[in-house]
């Protein structure tokens, strides 16, 4: 996950009150040119805020490879009325609403789900394991059981 100096000192301070090494944000690295090459070849996400900074990174993105890139917008909607955000969003086509946290519901963690198409998903509400596994039809999930470390180590083939 890609992000902005401010944003990741936020995650350091959380990190701090973190209960285990498991919740920390180890993955999180901030935003440079010298991550081009890589983060292009692998594909990744990113953290935003509706700024001109943001706006400027995201907009290479899209004209540069406008098939391979969206915006998943997973905030309040009633954010997305106030003026800086309309106007940052409106800058971009392939936007999508889509509420990923919290009670999701069944179409958008399953509109979620195409639209990323991850390698992965990792289920972190244990009582959900065998919904999720019904729900979403698929063997790439896995579960987290209360108090279990996983190790996740990246692949460079294509995928989350």
Wanted: charged share 30%.
């Amino acid at each position: 996950m890609l992000t902005d100096d401010y944003q990741k000192k936020l995650l350091e301070i959380l990190d701090q009150y973190c209960p285990g090494e498991e919740y920390k944000a180890h993955k999180v690295i901030v935003y440079g040119e010298n991550l081009a090459a890589k983060t292009e070849q692998r594909g990744f996400g990113m953290v935003i805020r509706a700024n001109d900074y943001f706006k400027s990174i995201v907009r290479y993105y899209f004209n540069k490879y406008p098939s391979d890139t969206c915006l998943i917008y997973s905030m309040w909607s009633g954010y997305k009325e106030k003026p800086n955000m309309k106007e940052f969003l409106s800058c971009f086509d392939n936007c999508f609403t889509v509420h990923v946290s919290g009670h999701v519901t069944r179409e958008d963690m399953i509109r979620t789900i195409d639209l990323v198409k991850p390698r992965w998903i990792i289920i972190n509400h244990t009582e959900a394991d065998k919904a999720a596994k019904d729900l979403l039809q698929s063997d790439n999930i896995i579960n987290i059981d209360d108090e279990q470390k996983i190790l996740y180590r990246y692949n460079n083939d294509k995928g989350s």
